[in-house]
């Protein structure tokens, strides 16, 4: 799989105008400002292929990136205050209607900012995929700001804090340094290369 020829799709701002599932999905969701577009960059060695703003809640769409043999999924982060109540009630249906529809959905990476505890909506997330099945992975953004004792201390605290943390795969991810990127990149071949055989 060539991450290097990864090319933006399309975007959709209702569920209702996403078209019908044609292949393998990986999908990265998590809160606002949280860095999914900055990790997206990071994986497809690209510095603007997902917009990064430091605008919280800017990524208000479903964006579909072009990735041979799958798709790769942003979700609109979810958890920001200050937005209105029907762009809220969208961005909900928009989530909710992805992951309860019958896509192809291969693998969820849940992202979730490693300097704090799991937010409600994390934590909801969590048990929703728990709940439904659905496989996920979850990946602590921004690791390069903590110090190695600090996480130590916040990977005991996800421990307490995240049901069924002992059997989660976690990857601690720096979109700075690139740590954990090689790992991703590899978890996503792998699914990509399993849908291939597949469909073949």
């Not at 997330?125 to 099945?133: L, R, T, V, Y």
């Not at 720096?174 to 469909?199: C, K, L, P, Y």
Request: charged residues 25%; negative net charge; hydrophobic residues 35%.
């Amino acid at each position: 799989m060539n991450f290097n020829k990864g090319e933006f799709f399309c975007s959709y701002g209702e569920f209702s105008q996403l078209p019908p599932c044609e292949c393998c999905e990986i999908a990265f969701s998590g809160r606002s400002n949280v860095g999914k577009s900055s990790l997206i960059n990071k994986i497809f060695n690209r510095k603007n292929l997902a917009r990064v703003s430091s605008v919280p809640g800017k990524t208000a769409t479903i964006n579909f990136y072009r990735a041979e043999p799958i798709f790769i999924v942003d979700l609109p982060g979810y958890g920001y205050a200050k937005i209105s109540k029907s762009d809220k009630q969208r961005w909900t249906s928009l989530i909710n209607g992805y992951l309860s529809s019958d896509r192809d959905i291969g693998l969820i990476f849940q992202l979730i900012d490693m300097r704090h505890a799991p937010s409600a909506e994390d934590l909801q997330m969590i048990d929703f995929m728990i709940e439904s099945e659905t496989p996920f992975a979850i990946i602590f953004t921004k690791a390069d700001k903590l110090s190695k004792n600090q996480r130590k201390e916040r990977m005991e605290g996800f421990a307490k804090e995240i049901p069924c943390f002992e059997d989660i795969h976690c990857i601690e991810f720096s979109a700075v340094t690139g740590e954990g990127a090689e790992e991703i990149r590899g978890i996503i071949s792998d699914i990509a290369e399993s849908a291939d055989e597949q469909n073949s």
